[in-house]
């Protein structure tokens, strides 16, 4: 039974972290929330306490400072507070600190997206071989468990992935991740998470088709889905983390990810890429000071965070799954549906957190208890989906299933470049 | 006769203002750029060079360096450089302590825009009355000659209102100043002058209608006008420097400004300034640093003088004006054609900063010659109009006259505070 939790990141997935950490605090001991600004982490626990989410008073909920890429302060930070699992909800440049910071202690190292180094966009596929994979073989040897890409997605639709194999097909051809925010927040314009973070997804589209990396254009290619609950809404295919460990993975001719964006929303990031506003390039302003667009972008839009009061409407993510089974052909979507409003009446938060905050929870109760304590790194199609899409059921992430569901047939789709 | 020019500013009005100083330095004699960075002068000296402008050889044309602000630097420039005649068309910001430094040393001063203070943006009308006209009565005592406004708009049209006045008509009703640029600089989106000063002009639109103040909405106001030559284009009610003194000096009920914009152009400007883009208020950046949004745009956004190679297309500046003759109802165009592509050739500029820069030069060459040398302050409607007018027939800028043109009909204006 492993348990003391360490958060690092104080984000909006953090707060959430912190929230359903705390709410199942009788399986997870003590839990501490690091990040480079305390303030952050204080009003956190603060929330917590408001909404009455810490479960057992006899456990402590308290903050730390750290740079997170400093490996001998992480390395203090994990003894000191005797963590046993690490959460890293950081931005992703810091996961191979954490990674090496949890090697070195024997903790238990989660995280929700591919580390990236800050000066590279979208590197050549599959992004896990550029990082995290080169640990695959210290964390056997050091038998430490390292579940990566534990959020919603990557993460739960992972998880359906495996589900589908194991429950759904015999064989598959084509999955496809449909991630749609069909919300409101009510302002003119805001990303749902770190927007430094959210446009770097939009440089390029790399996308696993017909068992090869292809690379398309941003918002090139348009498919209209009619969803469950929240209707008929525009996806475009788009780069995404969980691809990259799916494609080697899960034995299936195609593996894309969609994501929804409404007219205003490309209007508005169309204008400002193409200014060049997105960019993480600095440019020299008249006083000779040197500033990369994207940071003042940034401080701009409002904090991901403020959103969450007064959000309205639904978030769905789903697979759209097609294959064989019993030498039929069949094809379900395995989606969630998850609503803003309501993630704000039970912790303070919206649907885009909610959704990537409570997986990584619900991965640490099973670490605790035993059932995915692996000792060694995985992804999480790797581990048994069963009991993790149970305890999801349990804690606010509902998974449903369609058979034979609306179609979803994209255009045919080939490479810009070959890769 | 007043002789040797000094040219404050060196962007792209500046170039053009050397440039025609320079095809006319047999009347005005020694000309020198100055601006707070050196090069940029040097940079237009060579252009003068090469496109062999320089009609008198034995007259000097150089650069020297200059801190527009500091009021006994630009006093030694002044005395240093013997110059007679100074021509501001630097930011608008370094107004009054060009004109001081003019006021000290007796030197004739002009400029192209009303003078702004940097942390006041659209103060209450008229602007005139804000800055320079204080200056009025220490002009007079001095028997300094301190020309308004004269570029284009402000400038050429005032003088048309004049001309007006003079030639046209016993009584006016109305004047619409229309300006629109119907040419094509190929980038995604530009400004066609410091996109600092261009985009405080839209921050809140004053107009001068049935002899008062309103205020409207930017860009809220459109009527489609059929132009000579570049044919119907849609154009917005605009605030703009010339209804300042105009509204004072010309008897007539209304006088707006019109600019014309395009779809593309209006989109762009609506993301850039909802997201706080054009704005000159600090935001704090991750690092703790503070930088004004406007400054990072600008770095950003093209080089106004850059996208003179390639430029295509005309210019079309007019005044729309009703009122009576003879006790008949009338209505006259005046207006002006600029070609980009023939600017260039000519002076390697483009239409806008060719408009702008030409006006200044023929007054300087009617100062110089005496006609305009008024010793007191002035705005160009108070000035002869038809000397002025047929200078600028021969240096470049033709006016053309339509009676009884395509109607120009905006809405009812109402004004939507109380001033």
Redesign the interface.
């Known amino acids: 039974m492993k348990k003391n939790v360490l958060i690092i990141g104080a984000g909006g997935v953090g707060h959430v972290v912190a929230h359903k950490c705390a709410m199942h605090n009788d399986v997870l001991g003590d839990i501490c929330i690091a990040s480079r600004t305390q303030k952050k982490c204080d009003t956190i626990i603060e929330s917590v306490l408001r909404k009455n989410n810490l479960k057992d008073s006899s456990k402590k909920l308290y903050s730390r400072r750290v740079d997170a890429m400093d490996i001998p302060s992480l390395i203090n930070l994990i003894k000191e507070t005797q963590s046993e699992i690490v959460i890293n909800v950081g931005q992703p440049y810091i996961n191979m600190s954490v990674l090496e910071a949890c090697i070195e202690t024997g903790a238990v190292y989660m995280d929700t997206a591919i580390h990236e180094d800050p000066d590279k966009v979208c590197e050549n596929p599959p992004w896990y071989g550029n990082y995290e994979w080169k640990r695959k073989q210290r964390c056997e040897e050091n038998g430490i468990t390292a579940i990566l890409g534990i959020g919603f997605d990557p993460g739960v639709v992972n998880s359906w992935c495996a589900l589908a194999k194991d429950e759904y097909f015999d064989t598959i051809d084509t999955i496809d991740i449909l991630d749609v925010n069909a919300g409101s927040h009510g302002r003119?314009?805001a990303t749902n998470f770190d927007p430094e973070i959210n446009f770097r997804e939009f440089k390029k589209v790399w996308t696993w088709n017909n068992r090869q990396w292809m690379l398309q254009k941003v918002h090139s290619i348009r498919v209209d889905y009619d969803f469950p609950v929240v209707g008929t809404q525009p996806v475009y295919l788009t780069g995404h983390d969980e691809l990259h460990s799916l494609s080697k993975n899960i034995d299936a001719n195609s593996v894309r990810f969609w994501m929804g964006f409404g007219d205003h929303y490309l209007?508005?990031f169309s204008?400002?890429s193409?200014?060049?506003?997105t960019s993480e390039v600095p440019?020299?302003?008249?006083?000779g000071?040197e500033?990369a667009?994207i940071?003042?972008?940034?401080?701009?839009?409002p904090d991901p965070a403020s959103l969450a009061p007064g959000y309205t409407g639904k978030t769905c993510i789903g697979n759209f799954i097609k294959g064989t089974k019993d030498n039929q052909e069949r094809s379900v979507f395995i989606y969630n549906i998850c609503d803003h409003a309501e993630c704000y009446e039970e912790l303070e938060s919206q649907a885009i957190s909610y959704t990537a905050g409570v997986p990584p929870v619900a991965a640490a109760i099973l670490v605790a208890r035993g059932d995915w304590d692996v000792k060694q790194m995985v992804n999480v199609e790797e581990l048994p989906a069963r009991p993790f899409v149970d305890l999801l059921d349990q804690m606010g992430l509902l998974t449903e299933i369609i058979e034979s569901p609306a179609s979803f047939t994209p255009p045919v789709i080939e490479s810009l470049e070959s890769v």
């Open positions: 003119y314009f209007n508005v204008v400002l193409n200014i060049g506003l440019v020299k302003i008249a006083n000071v500033i667009p940071k003042v972008l940034k401080a701009l839009l």
